[in-house]
């Protein structure tokens, strides 16, 4: 199981994958907005995201999870 | 006469409008979002008011609440400042309707020069040149590839309502350019609402350099010389300087066009209308900003006049109070943005200052929004604040700028500092060998 952490405090602008999507390591999976920029969030490890946890306009802090994929 | 201004905005330009107002004994009243409310331009104000939650959208882009505010305290006037809705005409006609003053130009210009189309097209008319480009929005995707292969490549699709760098993209090829208007057709309905595209052709090793204008309500138009800002990241400024080392004539000829410009669209109040120049010093128009800009202190510390008394004056029916004739160039003024990021790669960083120690004296002028133990919030833009140095001669005034940025420190959270104390000292910036893709090739 690996989970995708904030690399930052921001709001989630998107989620570019569903549950049960297959994602490689390296592709972006969120994108955060920061001070007015658009951060992409990549997977680190192939799998399947296995559940999202935050939502679309959620405000996150650093570390957060954002979701799980096994 | 304006008695009390509502400062639609925070940081270090709403702390730069209430000292002018102050010198002008106008009354103020800051708005501040829930993140805001330890800003010192707060405590600077005669009144504050709280308007909403950290977001923007909640707090300093929420219009009803703004107005609610205006009525409740007697403000006669709002200033914008930058950014926000300084050039949303839906603001500036709501100020009208709600009759109170909007230190701007009117609703029908900021909405001229906020379609990029449009605005092309109008200073086409006025005698500015133009990029060549698509004149109306791209409709299908064979006019696009057609346009693009006349234009010729490397051609940039840019967002008709777009602006700060958002909803750009340069292309190279057919598929490039295919790929950038799915992507960015996208992002503009999103962002902007507005998901019209259009084709410029490319201007390569280009300078970004500018001419301040000033009009009043009688047909006065005046020019305030020029600003080199090509010195930028993500499309964003960085440094700016006044004035830029074009020939003089060039410069010149660039300031009087820009005022029949003005004159013929009936301008008024402060803008800027905003250039690339080619290597060959062939000029063309790159967008207007109907508002005071983030870079206007080197052009007030060159020419000793304050532009945010200026717009006062305008807005309030007073004729300019200076004329072409009577304004100088007096020495050399550069202004380096303190940004809240990684200096490498220009990612945010939020966080806590713990230490902010910037050295003032002779020639140094601060327009800071933090502090120690300034918290700096991921909800607005990550400029922290602006150190603008002048002296008698450019080199002078870079070798004083590089001092000042070994003596500052800012610790807790990363910032820019590190890119800046490295440009100050190469080679090229020195020489005035700058274009706006200065950081790709430099840094």
């Known amino acids: 199981m690996n989970e995708v952490k904030a690399s930052m405090a921001g709001s989630i602008w998107k989620i570019v994958v569903d549950e049960g999507d297959s994602v490689t390591a390296g592709q972006d999976v969120v994108v955060l907005e920061s001070m007015k920029m658009e951060i992409p969030i990549a997977a680190e490890k192939d799998g399947v995201v296995k559940s999202i946890v935050k939502a679309e306009g959620d405000f996150v802090n650093e570390g957060d999870v954002l979701l799980v994929i096994e | ?443």
């Open chain 2, 1 to 443: 006469m304006i008695q009390k201004v509502l400062i639609a905005n925070r940081g270090e330009i709403a702390a730069r409008i209430i000292r002018t107002c102050m010198k002008m004994n106008i009354e103020t009243v800051a708005i501040y979002s829930e993140a805001d409310r330890e800003a010192a331009y707060v405590s600077m104000a005669t009144e504050s008011y709280e308007v909403g939650p950290a977001r923007a959208q909640e707090s300093y882009l929420h219009m009803d609440r703004i107005f609610e505010v205006a009525k409740e305290s007697g403000a006669d006037a709002i200033h914008p400042g930058y950014g926000f809705l300084s050039e949303n005409p839906h603001f500036a006609k709501r100020c009208e309707q709600e009759d109170i003053i909007f230190i701007g130009p009117s609703n029908a210009l900021i909405t001229l020069m906020g379609d990029k189309i449009a605005a092309r097209q109008a200073m086409k008319q006025a005698g500015i040149p133009i990029i060549p480009g698509t004149e109306t929005a791209i409709e299908t995707i064979d006019e696009a590839t057609q346009e693009a292969e006349r234009i010729g490549y490397p051609v940039m699709v840019k967002a008709s309502a777009g602006g700060g760098g958002v909803g750009m993209e340069v292309v190279h090829t057919e598929e490039e350019l295919l790929k950038a208007i799915e992507t960015n057709e996208q992002r503009a309905k999103s962002l902007f609402g507005d998901g019209s595209l259009f084709l410029e052709k490319q201007i390569e090793h280009a300078r970004h350099i500018e001419i301040q204008i000033a009009a009043d309500a009688f047909g006065n138009v005046i020019h305030l010389f020029d600003r080199e800002c090509s010195i930028q990241r993500r499309n964003q400024k960085v440094i700016e300087e006044a004035p830029s080392s074009l020939p003089e004539n060039v410069r010149l000829e660039m300031g009087e066009k820009s005022i029949r410009a003005c004159k013929e669209m009936h301008y008024e109040n402060i803008g800027t209308i905003e250039f690339l120049v080619d290597e060959e010093n062939n000029y063309y128009f790159l967008e207007m900003n109907t508002r005071i800009q983030v870079e206007h202190p080197v052009t007030e510390e060159i020419t000793g006049l304050d532009l945010v008394q200026m717009q006062i004056e305008i807005a309030q029916g007073n004729p300019l109070a200076v004329q072409q004739d009577a304004i100088s160039i007096n020495g050399h003024a550069i202004e380096v943005r303190l940004y809240a990021e990684d200096p490498e790669t220009f990612f945010p960083s939020p966080g806590t200052i713990s230490t902010c120690d910037v050295p003032t004296g002779e020639g140094v002028r601060l327009e800071m929004s933090v502090e120690n133990n300034t918290v700096v919030t991921p909800f607005y833009d990550p400029m922290i604040g602006k150190i603008i140095v002048s002296n008698r001669t450019r080199e002078k005034t870079i070798q004083q700028l590089a001092r000042t940025l070994n003596e500052t420190t800012i610790e807790g959270i990363k910032t820019n500092i590190p890119m800046l104390q490295k440009i100050v000292t190469q080679e090229a910036f020195m020489k005035g060998n700058i274009t706006t893709d200065y950081v790709n090739k430099h840094m």
